[in-house]
């Protein structure tokens, strides 16, 4: 069992602020506020946790984080990961670029247009990526790669030696 932990003792500037933040708009405010004063009068983090309703962790993060920054930790951080993986490397990038020039049909579906839903199921049971991604991932990769997800006939081309002939008749 971890050993209890408490705020550190809070300053008269820090304890204005933090009922201050009591009345705020932002519920994220409040509830640090809540915490921290119920932790600042001696309340056990399992009491806090229950009254505030949220975990024992969540309670522990907030009080390592004002220690460390006092009322800054009353501000939420973004969200948004540090560092972002892509789903396909290089190399599987461009065999899925490749991947596109061919029917769907080849891959056994029951259609011969693509879609990015399409694209990710054909890519995954490929194994260009070691999970299943979503279109949007597809979408954002190809983007990388300098393609734009269009209609069909404005960047894939077709194996039929009329496709330019039959194309223009149907563009115009």
Not at 36 to 62: F, K, P, W, Y
Not at 67 to 73: I, R, T, Y
Request: net charge positive; charged share 30%.
């Amino acid at each position: 069992m971890k050993e209890p932990i408490f705020v550190r003792t809070l300053t008269d500037e820090e304890r204005k602020r933090l009922e201050s933040g009591l009345r705020s708009s932002e519920a994220f405010v409040l509830r640090r506020c809540q915490i921290l004063l119920a932790s600042g009068r001696g309340e056990h983090m399992n009491a806090i946790a229950r009254q505030v309703g949220c975990s024992d962790e969540t309670v522990r993060e907030v009080i390592h984080r004002f220690d460390q920054e006092g009322v800054g930790a009353l501000m939420a951080r973004s969200r948004r990961p540090n560092e972002v993986h892509a789903a396909f490397p290089p190399e599987q990038a461009q065999r899925l670029e490749e991947l596109l020039h061919h029917s769907p049909r080849e891959y056994g579906l029951p259609t011969s247009l693509w879609t990015l839903k399409l694209a990710a199921e054909v890519s995954f049971a490929q194994g260009l990526t070691a999970e299943r991604v979503s279109g949007e991932t597809v979408r954002a990769t190809l983007k990388r790669l300098g393609v734009n997800w269009r209609r069909a006939k404005h960047w894939i081309s077709s194996p039929d030696r009329a496709y330019a002939r039959k194309k223009s008749f149907v563009t115009g």
